[in-house]
């Protein structure tokens, strides 16, 4: 039984070329120049997205690839690298993220509080389905709060509280919210 499948299996690996089509062996010219162009870019991108994938990222390094992961989608719809291409896009897309939800933050931290809050709506308009949203509306409404945008912080609270009323910083707002309210 064991050799049936070891014949089997060297009759398969020797004679499976006399098994493919003759459609499929021959591949134009053409064909072969569009190949190997999408797998050049292909590994281009991939040492652009390896150089930008570093701690500091270098914006124009990140966009440049991010520009040549978008061309290369368009360029090659059907590619069986499309799925990859479409990983390291991600990937980067939410380094840049990630990146910037850290920059407001870290103006917040510094109770530079005017700086965070524009970084922070800035932050919001760019990605509004951050997985971040709910702490960067938070930090929103205490920016607003610190330096006196009582109507704003008002508005921000209720946006806050209409997705989020269940999150234990919705308890810290409220207390703000009471606060303003006692002096208004």
């Known amino acids: 039984m064991i050799y049936r499948r070891i014949v089997l299996i060297i009759f398969l690996i020797t004679f499976s070329s006399c098994f493919l089509s003759k459609k499929n062996i021959d591949i134009s010219?053409?064909?072969k120049s569009q190949l190997h162009k999408a797998i050049l870019l292909n590994e281009n991108v991939k040492k652009y997205y390896e150089k930008s994938s570093n701690?500091?990222?270098?914006?124009?390094?990140?966009?440049?690839?991010?520009?040549?992961l978008h061309q290369f989608i368009k360029n090659h719809p059907n590619s069986i690298k499309l799925k990859e291409v479409l990983k390291l896009l991600n990937d980067l897309l939410l380094k840049i993220e990630i990146k910037n939800y850290h920059i407001a933050e870290s103006y917040f931290l510094m109770h530079r509080y005017k700086v965070?809050?524009?970084?922070?709506k800035d932050f919001i308009n760019v990605f509004p389905n951050s997985h971040f949203k709910e702490k960067v509306l938070y930090k929103i409404c205490v920016a607003q709060y610190k330096i006196s945008m009582k109507k704003d912080f008002f508005k921000s609270y209720e946006k806050y509280m209409k997705y989020y009323s269940k999150y234990s910083n919705a308890k810290k707002l409220k207390i703000l919210y009471k606060e303003l309210t006692k002096k208004v």
């Open 29 to 31: 010219d053409e064909k």
């Open 55 to 68: 701690d500091n990222l270098d914006n124009q390094l990140v966009f440049y690839t991010i520009e040549e």
């Open 116 to 120: 965070s809050l524009q970084y922070f």
